[in-house]
Nanobody, 123 residues
Framework: QVQLVESGGGSVQAGGSLRLSCAAS????????MGWFRQAPGKEREGVAA???????NYADSVKGRFTISQDNAKNTLYLQINSLKPEDTAMYHC?????????????????WGQGTQVTVSS
């Protein structure tokens, strides 16, 4: 059974940084894409960063230059480095895994989801 467990969220002041982690287990497929999504109260879920199976990376325009997605295949862990945090970044952040060559930032392309880690940014 595929499991995704996020960690690293917290409460920070604007301008601060956080590093989110997502520990993945239960799958051995090589054709896997991974992504980070976020959802704030009353808002739709938003894809922020994704790594396709071929290694191509995509970012939402709202986070380009501030967010960096990476993965450690040896540890089966996905990361999201978040810098220059803004109050509008406040949301629950989820990691997700999809089977296929390219999931990009389309939530429908992802099959497995973690429970999320909360990021709260104060001004």
């Amino acid at each position: 059974q595929v499991q995704l467990v996020e960690s690293g969220g917290g409460s920070v002041q604007a301008g601060g940084s956080l590093r989110l982690s997502c520990a993945a287990s239960g799958y051995t497929a090589s054709n896997v894409c991974m992504g980070w999504f976020r959802q704030a109260p009353g808002k739709e879920r938003e894809g922020v960063a994704a790594i396709n199976a071929d290694g191509r990376i995509n970012y939402a325009d709202s986070v380009k230059g501030r967010f960096t997605i990476s993965q450690d295949n040896a540890k089966n862990t996905l990361y999201l480095q978040i810098n220059s945090l803004k109050p509008e970044d406040t949301a629950m952040y989820h990691c997700a895994a999809g089977l296929g060559p390219g999931c990009y930032l389309y939530s429908w392309a992802y099959k497995y989801w973690g429970q999320g880690t909360q990021v709260t940014v104060s001004s």
